[in-house]
T-cell receptor
Framework: DGGITQSPKYLFRKEGQNVTLSCEQN?????MYWYRQDPGQGLRLIYY???????QKGDIAEGYSVSREKKESFPLTVTSAQKNPTAFYLC????????????FGPGTRLTVL | KQEVTQIPAALSVPEGENLVLNCSFT??????LQWFRQDPGKGLTSLLL?????REQTSGRLNASLDKSSGRSTLYIAASQPGDSATYLC??????????????FGQGTILTVHP
């Protein structure tokens, strides 16, 4: 089955900790994205990557970091600099960046204790 | 800056009713518009994608229309079923400015179809 997987489904973080969210796709898509979803708000773009070894900041990149060492993987690290990290995080991919249909993973819910 | 608004924020209808969800966008310079479904605590499922050159797309009981000049899209659901209950999101792919090639999402419409 082709698709996007995210792990873990639930993640708890203590104040001051860095945590990494995993996103893997086997769709052979070049582009990958990370979004944040807060209650009552639409999705907001954190980072995106058009191709391996390349990534760009989205609208709310402060306090987050990413890497794209492999085509199929795009992990997101939530650093201690992110002051309000409790949210639902969604990973997506598309054939190419920008104009193709985006497909989403099941999401990771991060809670700060 | 592109802004996407969805009306209504919530909608409750009896089973079997036909319904329309609305999506409006402020910048008509878009490449396409995508409709998604989201079940509670889950990711997004793509329903329909309308290219800027198209007027509508259909998939089963779903029909989405696009009017770029007026900055509006509608999602029509025919003969609604309880299984259609979910949050429906629209998103526009921006064709200009600093948001070039990026999706801007609306806040969603929470649909409840009761038996």
């Amino acid at each position: 089955d082709g698709g996007i997987t995210q792990s873990p489904k639930y993640l708890f973080r203590k104040e001051g900790q860095n945590v990494t969210l995993s996103c893997e796709q086997n769709l052979n898509h070049d582009a990958m994205y990370w979004y944040r979803q807060d209650p009552g708000q639409g999705l907001r773009l954190i980072y995106y990557s058009q191709i391996v070894n390349d990534f760009q900041k989205g609208d709310i990149a402060e306090g987050y970091s990413v890497s794209r060492e492999k085509k199929e993987s795009f992990p997101l690290t939530v650093t201690s600099a992110q002051k309000n990290p409790t949210a639902f995080y969604l990973c997506a991919s598309s054939i190419q960046q920008g104009f193709n249909e985006q497909f989403f993973g099941p999401g990771t819910r991060l809670t700060v204790l | 800056k592109q802004e996407v608004t969805q009306i209504p924020a919530a909608l409750s209808v009896p089973e079997g009713e036909n319904l329309v969800l609305n999506c409006s966008f402020t910048d008509s310079a878009i490449y396409n518009l995508q409709w998604f479904r989201q079940d509670p605590g889950k990711g997004l499922t793509s329903l329909l994608l309308i290219q800027s050159s198209q007027r509508e797309q259909t998939s089963g009981r779903l029909n989405a229309s696009l009017d770029k000049s007026s900055g509006r899209s509608t999602l029509y659901i025919a003969a609604s079923q309880p299984g259609d209950s979910a949050t429906y999101l629209c998103a526009a792919t921006n064709a200009g400015g600093t948001s070039y090639g990026k999706l801007t999402f609306g806040q969603g419409t929470i649909l409840t179809v009761h038996p």
